[in-house]
């Protein structure tokens, strides 16, 4: 699971890829650089001059919401992280 770091302060849970579905537009999207997150923002990411940076530690509250919903029966999967002290 990717995580990111928005310019709001609050992680988003990158939205997972699936290789034989291929979304409208997605190939603009990749070569812009924007991804789109569990809640539905898209994002683009700092690796390609983007606002948002890929992140392995969070405090739990920093979690989007929309993406903790998103993610539905899998959302421990988003807290399986080291967290800070």
């Given amino acids: 699971m990717e ?3 928005s310019a709001s302060g609050k992680v988003h849970v990158v939205h997972p890829a699936e290789p034989e579905v291929e979304e409208p537009g997605a190939t603009i999207q990749w070569l812009l650089g924007q991804a ?10 700092a690796a390609v001059g983007g606002n948002a ?5 969070f405090d739990d509250a920093d979690l989007c919401w929309g ?15 080291p967290t800070p002290r």
């Fill in 3 to 5: 995580l990111v770091r």
């Fill in 36 to 45: 789109r997150m569990a809640c539905g923002v898209k994002l683009r990411v």
């Fill in 53 to 57: 940076e890929g992140v392995e530690e």
């Fill in 67 to 81: 993406c903790h919903r998103a993610l539905g029966s899998q959302a421990h999967r988003a807290f399986e992280h």
